[in-house]
């Protein structure tokens, strides 16, 4: 099953690079610049053929790809030979104007946001299930030895439904996380409903140093009703039955979810009731049963979008990558302020993984769901490699623009000497980020 994830990964993973080398080859070909090998994978050439002036390849490495211009040696040999200027010849791609070398290394990471707003149009075309617990909260400050949290300093309290963010409309729980994830020590105001009247408060979220995103200090109000059970829970051998709603624990009555989970965690199970069908059910076990895992799954809510709405697909679809590119550019502005890199930072490996572990957690409910949950990490991906690769950085696509930029404004080539240097510290760059990222992950897999 792991091989299984990992190999579904590395094609997920492959597949967005290979979008983003494929803006890169467009441009260039629109540019007049000639392309003399594009590559899906790396390493050893497996199968090949030539395609005009370009030679297709099928590589053995299945991470990606590369888009080879005619002419990018050229640097290299000026370097060399100590020459001031770099000679091309037609259709090198030293040999378009600046404007035009803009153009192609803007074009990769705009066909990264392009696929991005196309998987969400066609996600929200096709339409999709949503599962979710409403926006009712709980304060953690109840379950934990901290009474300080953002939740308690603004006045929340445990009940509260929270109807809006910044006078934007929530009615589910994972709305409410993200616009807090995204906003650390931002002031958030929110409208909530408490015992059917509406109030307004002002909530400002700390930053997890470890994440990278904000907390307030709330879990969700789950009704404690039970949807499934595991083979091995203890509820299971003692008879309890999807759709019974616990209401007592210990002689405690039950609230919610988390305050089951936390007498069960604290205290030996001695008995318990339940509503089945309007009746109670009680059980009393013959003695008193320390339970480490309850394997309760709880019910939740189930609803499906709208679908076949063209226009209001292709909206969901640029606003979806808009908020995801705005989420991305916020997540790197926070790795300059204290966070954790080696919890907030992720490299191919995990990359990898999660890719592929997040289509088959959805494989498991559905065929549908599987692909639907693939697709839209892969969304996310294209997203993230947009803004990674317009960082200022040499060698990335963000450093060339700047690179070459600087060749239209001074109206003159730089020397193949400081062009050659920029790129070198951009490939250390580059090559340091990935060992960090890559060592990262190794740690991520032996704590797992």
Known sequence: MILLKIIFGLLGLSLVVVIHEAGHFVAARMSGIKVEAFSIGWGKILYRRMW????????LIPLGG???????????????THAREVESSEGDMYAASWWKRILVSLS?????LISAVLIFFFIGLIGYNIYYYPSRIVLASEYTDRADYPANLSGLKTGDIVRSVNSKGIYRFDQLQKEVSLNPEETLMLTIEREGAERSLEIVPELNLQSGSGYVGIYPWIEPVVRKLSETSLFNSQGVLPGDRFQQINGIDIYHAVQLSSIIDRNPLESFAVIREGQRKEFVLPEAVKISDPGIQYDFIESRTQSGNFFLS???GFSETAHTLISSIKGIALLFRGIDLQSAVSGPLRITYLTGDLAFSGFRNSMG???LTFFRFIALI????????????????????ILFLIEGIFRRKPNPQAIYRYQLLGTFLVFGLIIFATM???????RK
Do not use: H
Not at 52 to 59: A, I, Q, Y
Not at 108 to 112: F, I, V, Y
Not at 387 to 393: D, E, G, K, Q
């Open 52 to 59: 005009g002036d370009t030679e297709f390849r099928l590589s």
């Open 66 to 80: 590369y888009c080879k211009m005619q002419g990018e040696q050229a640097l290299i040999q000026a370097w060399e």
């Open 108 to 112: 990769g990471p705009l066909m990264n």
């Open 314 to 316: 292709l909206k969901d």
């Open 369 to 371: 769901e599987g692909f």
């Open 382 to 401: 294209n997203v993230a490699l947009c803004v990674m690769n317009l960082l200022p950085i040499p060698v990335l696509d963000g450093g060339q623009i």
């Open 440 to 446: 990262n992950d190794i740690l991520f897999f032996s």
